[in-house]
């Protein structure tokens, strides 16, 4: 099993930064794609960024030049660089950690707010 711990949402205005981090319960070596995602009220969670165990990167288009997804093997922590937030990426972001456990496991944390005002 993989717990996952998100944390460094919040209130940031439009234009702002802000650095989300998920935290893994075990060697985030052994998970094969970590990834962020998000969801607003009404809609389908989507993805936002992925980085595999081999270093390999995805991102959705409406992120792609502001955000940024990092790992801390140290720390067993995966991070989501958000710079030039925009009111449209205001969402309940989540962690998602992706394994070969019992032949594919998807292991989801309880997610952190960020909202972005205009």
């Known amino acids: 099993q993989v717990q996952l711990v998100e944390s460094g949402g919040g209130l940031v205005q439009a234009g702002g930064s802000l650095r989300l981090s998920c935290a893994a319960s075990r060697s985030i070596f052994s998970i094969h794609i970590m990834g962020w995602y998000r969801q607003t009220p009404g809609k389908q969670r989507e993805l936002v960024a992925t980085?595999?165990?081999?270093?390999?990167?995805k991102y959705a288009d409406p992120v792609k030049g502001r955000f940024t997804i990092s790992r801390d093997n140290a720390k067993n922590t995966v991070y989501l660089q958000m710079n030039n937030l925009k009111p449209e990426d205001t969402a309940v972001y989540y962690c998602?950690?992706?394994?070969?456990?019992?032949?594919?496991?998807?292991?989801w944390g309880g997610g952190t707010l960020v909202t972005v005002s205009s």
């Open positions: 980085l595999s165990s081999a270093g390999s990167i």
């Open positions: 998602k950690a992706f394994t070969f456990d019992r032949g594919g496991m998807d292991y």
